[in-house]
């Protein structure tokens, strides 16, 4: 059975910063792509960071560019997004996903889901 369990998540003020993990069990984790992804109620998921299996290539949305990174250890079946200068905007619920497609990081779609953690960013 695949699970995906989330952790890290918090209040936290605008400017400063919160690690997200997300332990995975019962796959194969050395051959997925992972990402993140974050939703607002009544608003559509939002894609936000994806790592190929090696780790060697990661992607980013343009929102989080340059603030976030994702890094993985294969070793420990985790996955992290390091958040920094947190906005207001970036309050949402984070989820990790798991995909079985194994190409570029970039997959198109996803094939497990963590259940998410709360990110507040507070004025």
């Known amino acids: 059975q695949v699970q995906l369990v989330e952790s890290g998540g918090g209040l936290v003020q605008a400017g400063g910063s919160l690690r997200l993990s997300c332990a995975a069990s019962?796959?194969?984790?050395?051959?997925?792509?992972m990402g993140w992804f974050r939703q607002v109620p009544g608003k559509e998921r939002e894609f936000v960071s994806s790592?190929?299996?090696?780790?060697?290539?990661?992607y980013y949305a343009t929102s989080v560019n340059g603030r976030f990174t994702i890094s993985r250890d294969n070793a420990k079946n985790m996955v992290y997004l390091q958040m920094n200068s947190l906005k207001l905007e970036d309050t949402a619920v984070y989820c990790c996903a798991a995909s079985l497609d194994v190409g570029d990081g970039y997959p198109p779609d996803y094939d497990y889901w963590g259940q998410g953690t709360q990110v507040t960013v507070s004025s």
């Open positions: 790592i190929s299996w090696s780790g060697g290539n990661t």
């Open positions: 019962g796959l194969t984790f050395s051959r997925i792509t």
